[in-house]
């Protein structure tokens, strides 16, 4: 069977939701077109995403297309779910990226073809809405070949722009590709220089050839609402776009992009399956540990609708049961393929969910929980002393969501105080500690010695072992370890630690005391709980004496505004604490470039109309890290048990191990 596993993207309001409705009726998988205005889609299936208009998960939907089985995912458009975004790139065989007539190519339209491009995902480029008013052809195009890429070949042209009349008349097409395609092939180039006349079919293969490989864009106008030029796209989609590979006779590889809860409240999981196939009641390890479950049930996307089948092989995607600690990103079976990756900058922002009257707070810390297993990035951190919970974001609208989710699925209500940012730390310096077995204060029988050193930008966090592995139990290594990792999630500032060394200097511990006939004598051997104790005072310690630096994230940005305002903006952009880059005037149009905080970002976008007569255009998105010189150290409060006040830890900890 022929499979093809096509993403739909865009930014919010192109018209994504509309063309994959579309592309159903066109299938024969609906009767009717789903309405996004009369909450009708098939793909929208959410109380939210319904009353907003907007995708917030993504959904999978099939439909055969002359032999070829499409599994179809709408992706959110609005920035504040690219996360979910970011989980479906890794399953794609290629995408469809829609740019509305209208609007031409916006903030998230840029983002996303930089993405697609990075990923090497064969993409066909729709553009929507040639019906609606203002609709343009020509200028979108050159918008389009400058702020995305050159390499788009126009399939056709679009008449009666603006009008219910609207039409996309197919040619030249691959006539027109010459010069795109003869930059990637030698033989093309040669009859491109000497003006040779190249076969249709010849331009056609050439054509169909480099947009597998990401290298050609072919370019199609049309209306999702009157369905105008969707034939022809469908056509493209079957004619340019590579079909899903993998060998069903491999060894089992899979990736899991999706969770969800059912009726029951079990765990259900989407992957795509790469290589092999996959039965019920097998037995498969996924993730990076040695977790492993068996699958319960399997159901598959076939003809707009899902079916329980007895097993799935590559290239398919299906909905897996059975599978109780399964995460979104986890490989399935024992040959993974690379490593799962970042595609887009973590959230920057945090909130403080407040309980309305009848929440109770450990129902919204389950609650919040289930919903960190559908998007791992909220990142639920609870403060026991204070008892409260906060939750990362990517925007105010994720708020939203959050808590008309929240109402919706858990009958609990909510607020939230202020978004605030979300700093990170990185040593300054080099700091050693060390604590001996039962010594000097030390209540615990562990001996351990780390030296903290700071590392490149982007390295993450690396732990090295001066001392044998044979010195002692590997189990108590192993927590020293987890303890590290886990301590550093709060540094002297209470922010993350990342981009450091820790190497662990001295081991020592209390061998299994016995004696004949007797059981094992806890209060005179070590325990894995006593090196969990000591190493976060260790780390700390040493933390401190190399002392830390925060860092706030900052976004790069654009502007693009007339060419008589930036006297306007640069004094409001100094204010921000902006960073200014570079200055070009390209006609009427001035564009400034440079970075801002991101605590800033939504300040800018809200008072750029003001300082450019309403046209003024925004696009930010995270860069990179930079200290903060400007104000009063930002602070986070502790969750843990403060290893920075050493009486106040050991109370709390040694009361937990005790008790």
């Not at 018209?15 to 009717?32: F, Q, Y």
């Not at 032999?67 to 794609?92: K, Q, S, Y």
């Not at 929440?359 to 919040?368: C, E, G, Y």
Request: glycine fraction near 12%; include cysteine.
């Amino acid at each position: 069977m022929h499979l093809l596993n096509l993403g739909i993207l865009a930014h919010v309001d192109a018209g994504k939701t509309s063309l994959t409705e579309r592309l159903l009726h066109t299938a024969g998988v609906t009767d009717e077109v789903g309405s996004v205005d009369a909450g009708t889609t098939r793909t929208d299936t959410l109380a939210l995403e319904r009353q907003r208009g907007i995708t917030i998960k993504s959904a999978v939907v099939s439909f055969p297309l002359d032999g070829v089985t499409v599994n179809l995912i709408d992706t959110p458009g609005h920035p504040d779910f690219i996360a979910e975004v970011e989980r479906v790139l890794g399953v794609l065989d290629g995408a469809v990226l829609v740019v509305s007539a209208v609007e031409g190519v916006q903030a998230q339209t840029r983002v996303l073809m930089r993405t697609l491009h990075r990923l090497r995902i064969p993409t066909v480029i729709f553009v929507n809405k040639i019906d609606r008013r203002g609709a343009r052809d020509e200028d979108v195009l050159r918008e389009m070949a400058r702020r995305l890429t050159p390499a788009l070949v126009p399939m056709g042209t679009a008449t009666g722009l603006g009008t219910r009349t609207a039409r996309f008349v197919p040619g030249p097409g691959p006539a027109a590709a010459l010069d795109v395609l003869a930059e990637h092939d030698d033989r093309l180039l040669a009859a491109y220089v000497e003006g040779a006349a190249v076969p249709p079919g010849r331009l056609r293969s050439a054509l169909a050839e480099h947009t597998r490989q990401a290298l050609a864009h072919p370019v199609y106008f049309g209306s999702a609402v009157t369905g105008a030029g969707v034939s022809e796209l469908v056509t493209g989609i079957r004619e340019f776009l590579p079909g899903a590979g993998g060998d069903p006779e491999g060894p089992l590889s899979g990736s899991v992009f999706k969770v969800e809860r059912g009726p029951a409240g079990e765990k259900v999981a989407y992957a795509r399956i790469f290589s092999g196939t996959l039965r019920t009641r097998d037995r498969i390890p996924f993730g990076d540990g040695p977790e492993d479950g068996k699958v319960t049930a399997i159901g598959v996307f076939e003809d707009g609708t899902e079916v329980r089948r007895d097993s799935v092989g590559a290239g398919r995607i299906a909905r897996l049961w059975g599978l109780g600690g399964i995460r979104i990103g986890d490989r399935l079976g024992a040959v993974r393929r690379t490593a799962y990756e970042r595609h887009f900058a973590p959230p920057t922002l945090e909130t403080v969910v407040v309980p309305g009257p009848g929440t109770d707070r450990r129902s919204l810390h389950l609650a919040l929980t289930r919903l960190a297993e559908q998007d791992p990035l909220i990142d639920v951190r609870h403060d026991e002393v204070r008892g409260e919970t906060s939750v990362s974001l990517y925007g105010e609208v994720q708020k939203e969501v959050v808590q008309a989710t929240l109402a919706d699925e858990f009958g609990l209500g909510v607020t939230f105080r202020e978004t605030t940012t979300i700093c990170v730390e990185r040593p300054v310096g080099t700091g050693a500690a060390v604590e001996f077995n039962k010594k000097d204060a030390n209540p615990f029988l562990a001996t351990v010695g780390l030296r903290v050193e700071a590392a490149p930008a982007g390295s993450g966090v690396g732990f090295r072992l001066e001392v044998e592995l044979g010195s002692m139990p590997y189990a108590f290594f192993k927590a020293v370890e987890d303890s590290v990792r886990e301590t550093l999630g709060q540094g002297l500032h209470g922010w993350q630690v990342t981009d450091c060394t820790v190497t662990m200097t001295h081991s020592g511990y209390s061998p299994r005391q016995s004696h004949a006939h007797q059981g094992f004598d806890k209060s005179m051997s070590s325990t894995g709980a006593d090196f969990r104790g000591l190493t976060p005072l260790v780390l700390i310690e040493a933390l401190r004496r190399a002392g830390s630096r925060v860092y706030e994230p900052m976004h790069r940005f654009r502007i693009e505004a007339p060419a008589d305002t930036p006297g306007a903006l640069l004094p409001v952009l100094a204010r921000l604490g902006a960073v200014p880059g570079t200055t070009a005037t390209q006609g009427a149009v001035c564009v400034l470039e440079g970075a801002i905080p991101a605590a800033r970002v939504h300040e800018l976008g809200q008072r750029l109309p003001g300082l450019t007569r309403g046209e003024g255009e925004l696009e930010s998105a995270f860069d990179h890290y930079a200290p903060v010189t400007r104000g009063t150290l930002p602070e986070r409060p502790r969750t843990d048990h403060n290893p920075l006040d050493r009486k106040e830890y050991l109370l709390n900890v040694t009361h937990r191990v005790s008790g």
